[in-house]
């Protein structure tokens, strides 16, 4: 996996809630047994019209945001199926980080595992983002965040800073580019013999 | 070990973590993985590029579902990038010594459906599946949960999995329900009143006299749901309806009462203490119908859409004209008023035994009307067998219905059963997305009863005033 350790991009506004990761990675794309080429296909109901074509009408398809890597979205990001090619299309197509209020937990603990950096900030200040975005869009220009992950920081050009959480085992992963599976098998001693003493789950 | 008042979460929690490397996640340990072909082939390739092999081979158990023709099964599955999909299950499954209920194989289905059915599902265990549905399991005392693919990979090569524990949330139901007022009802009910985010970061644990008067299959349907609502899991401590319905299943245990003994340890201690604890009524429950885009956009059938404009929540009041527009509904409209083209009993949440015949006593001496076109999808080649034995096929198929083979089929539409853009539909699944169904198509969530009932009156009918023939 690739580190991830600081990021800045171009912001790409989602306005809207309860974005499910059925709209993120349409079924019709899920039968491929390959974990890349799948950002083709991101938001492709949305994204596409009937004839093929890109609907005009959809905020990633504006020119300002051309080149984003940084989804604002809205509460509830990635909910419904657990579909590990939701974030596999959002980073194959080049989204590095998404900030949403709050996110589905499947799809929150997928991004990690995908180099790719989920960030919870407050309803507050993600409506300051999406205002701050949509300023900078009026005057012509994209608005770009830098994302700093050792400090757990995440601020713009023209004062906004704000601080967040993550896990320390993933912030540890993606800084390092971590094979957490790698890192499970460093204990595979001490899962076999817990095995060995637990042949069938018992209260203890 | 502990003295500290435990609940049935913390208590299987505690029987599985194997360790907590300082500075990390706890390894938890997994009983069993379910495994199915959409979610898995990238995990099985991940292994052979590493050179690592599957830990436990005997816990891990597979089946096509999502993906699969529901029609003839003797004929070759047409789309190629399907029949792929199938046969590198079926690679991996050999390569890997899995055992694979393939197509053809008398017990394959639904994974949620088979993995109980089978006994595979039993208390205190901890359940993966790469499939947000996998909390289905939860209904008979296991924590259960749905991954993503690169956990399913870790899970192959670990048997354990890297997890925070979760927080705790009861949803105590009081009372009964009645006549006519299904689990679907109830989960969906919750749902709404929970919103599709409110159990994020949870596991539910579903008490109370209400719950407990379920049966083992409505359970299902409870649990199963739970995702919808943004938690992980959900469970139901077990008892006695549990062991009843797993005694003599293929893989449960052989010394059965010995295993009952440790599975009475499970439920909960009574002083335990939840992170969360809401209480509904029963008896406030009435037939329910989504009208949106999400599973909490759902009212009773003697409601009418709502209007959007009216909610005092900005997300919710642009979900829900969203929701409107692509619907194509207006607020306002009754319930009973939306007519349908399409009606699909069928799911993980309800294709088992019970909701088949639930369906099939509503249909018994009627036609499906002349304007839907309506299809039942058994959720296991036993379940499909057991109805032709009980002759509830003939009921369906004598009033019009479609009658299937066993598979995920048109809850999620990967397969050719699909609604047209337009098309409106009556489903027993669990989720009215956008385009769940098909592009452009609109889900209306319901239990199997209140399916039927709108196959035959063509639109919305209260099952609690149905006549029964």
Not at chain 1, 173 to 180: F, H, K, N, V, Y
């Amino acid at each position: 996996m690739q580190p991830f350790v600081t990021h800045t991009g171009i912001v790409s506004p989602l306005d809207r809630a309860n974005v499910d990761t059925d709209q993120i990675i349409p079924k019709q794309f899920l039968k491929r047994i390959e974990r890349t080429g799948f950002g083709q296909f991101l938001f492709f109901d949305w994204r596409f019209l009937a004839d093929g074509t890109p609907n005009p009408e959809f905020e990633l398809n504006r020119p300002v945001v051309a080149g984003a890597s940084v989804l604002l979205a809205r509460r509830n990001f990635g909910c419904g199926s657990s579909r590990e090619h939701a974030p596999w299309a959002l980073a194959d197509y080049g989204f590095k980080v998404v900030i949403a209020p709050t996110f589905a937990d499947i799809f929150f603990n997928n991004c990690f595992q995908n180099g790719m950096l989920p960030i919870r900030l407050t309803e507050e200040d993600v409506d300051e983002l999406f205002r701050r975005a949509r300023a900078a869009e009026a005057g012509g220009s994209p608005y770009r965040l830098h994302i700093d992950l050792p400090n757990c920081t995440v601020g713009d050009d023209a004062g906004f800073s704000r601080t967040y959480a993550v896990d320390p085992f993933r912030k540890r992963c993606l800084l390092e580019g971590l094979d957490d599976i790698g890192l499970s098998l460093q204990h595979v001693d001490t899962i076999t013999a817990w095995e060995a003493a637990h042949a069938v789950p018992s209260v203890e | 070990m502990s003295s500290t008042p435990r609940t049935l979460l913390d208590k299987i929690w505690d029987a599985h973590v194997v360790c907590t490397p300082s500075g990390e996640l706890p390894i938890l340990y997994i009983d069993r993985h379910l495994v199915h072909e959409v979610t898995s082939a990238q995990a099985f390739e991940g292994l052979r590029l590493a050179g690592r092999r599957l830990r436990r081979p005997d816990k891990t158990f597979a089946t096509p579902d999502h993906n699969i023709p529901t029609t003839d099964r003797r004929l070759p599955i047409a789309d190629p990038i399907s029949k792929q999909q199938i046969d590198t299950l079926r690679t991996n499954c050999r390569e890997f010594g899995v055992r694979l209920f393939d197509l053809g194989d008398a017990d394959q289905g639904i994974v949620h459906v088979i993995g109980p059915e089978l006994g595979i599902t039993q208390p205190g265990m901890t359940i993966v599946c790469g499939d947000s549905h996998t909390a289905t399991h939860g209904a008979l005392g296991a924590l259960a949960f749905g991954i993503g693919t690169s956990e399913v990979e870790h899970v192959l090569a670990t048997q354990t999995l890297r997890q925070a524990k979760p927080k705790s949330l009861e949803l105590r139901v009081e009372g009964g329900l009645h006549p006519g007022v299904t689990a679907k009802d109830l989960v969906l009910y919750l749902i709404g009143k929970l919103s599709t985010e409110g159990g994020t970061g949870h596991v539910i644990e579903y008490t109370g006299p209400c719950i407990r008067r379920l049966g083992m299959e409505e359970r299902m349907t409870v649990c199963n749901m739970s995702i919808e609502a943004g938690a992980r899991a959900g469970m139901i401590a077990p008892d006695q309806v549990t062991f009843d319905y797993l005694r003599g299943r293929d893989y449960a245990p052989r010394d059965f009462d010995r295993a009952v003994a440790e599975w009475e340890r499970f439920p909960g201690d009574p002083e335990a203490v939840f992170d969360r604890v809401e209480i509904f009524q029963g008896g406030d429950v009435v037939p329910q119908v989504t009208w949106g885009t999400n599973p909490a956009q759902v009212v009773g059938i003697d409601a009418a859409v709502p209007d959007p404009s009216t909610f005092q929540d900005p997300n919710e009041r642009d979900s829900g004209s969203r929701a409107l527009d692509y619907m194509g509904l207006a607020g306002g409209t009754k319930i009973a008023d939306i007519p349908l083209d399409r009606v699909f009993i069928g799911s993980c949440t309800n294709s088992r035994i019970e909701d088949l015949r639930a369906a099939a006593n509503v249909v018994r001496g009627y036609r499906v009307a002349t304007t839907v076109h309506a299809m039942v999808v058994p959720g296991s080649g036993r379940v499909k067998r057991q109805a032709e034995q009980e002759g509830l096929d003939r009921v369906f198929r004598d009033a019009g219905f479609e009658w299937r083979e066993a598979g995920c089929s048109m809850c999620l539409g990967m397969n050719p059963d699909t609604l047209e853009p337009g098309q409106r539909c009556a489903s027993t699944s669990n989720r009215n997305f956008e385009g769940r169904q098909g592009k452009g198509g609109r889900t209306h969530l319901v239990s199997p009863a209140m399916a039927a009932a709108a196959a035959v009156t063509g639109h919305f009918t209260d099952i609690r005033h149905w006549l029964y023939r």
